[in-house]
């Protein structure tokens, strides 16, 4: 087999598309922009794929996305409001800070 020449049939126009899709979900542009992370060689980062490394390759961005999706915790819950919460709302700010001042409190602004 000569230099840079792949080992196999080539990967098909629909697996390119599918891959190129999975690693645009994944965050990147494109093939080469995806070289360094994912560890592509130089033919590959060219879009030239075998039928098996595409495959492989598509079965690993499927189990990678899957994995992210099932993890992904559920948002909490928005705390209740409480009527002490709703009387703070309708105080000035420097009022609520000269008197936790007061108390001993140190107050900095965000």
Request: aromatic content about 4%.
């Amino acid at each position: 087999m000569a230099f840079g020449q792949s080992s196999g049939p080539p990967a098909t126009a629909r697996q390119l598309a599918q891959l190129l899709a999975l690693l645009q979900e994944a965050g990147h542009a494109d093939f080469r922009d995806a070289r360094g992370p994912l560890g592509f060689t130089q033919r590959q980062a060219g879009g030239k794929f075998t039928r098996d490394e595409a495959e492989q390759l598509i079965a690993q961005l499927d189990a990678t996305d899957a994995d992210t999706d099932e993890t992904a915790a559920p948002a909490p819950p928005l705390p209740r409001r409480t009527a002490a919460d709703k009387l703070l709302e309708g105080i000035p700010t420097a009022t609520l800070a000269a008197e936790l001042q007061r108390r001993g409190w140190v107050v900095l602004e965000p």
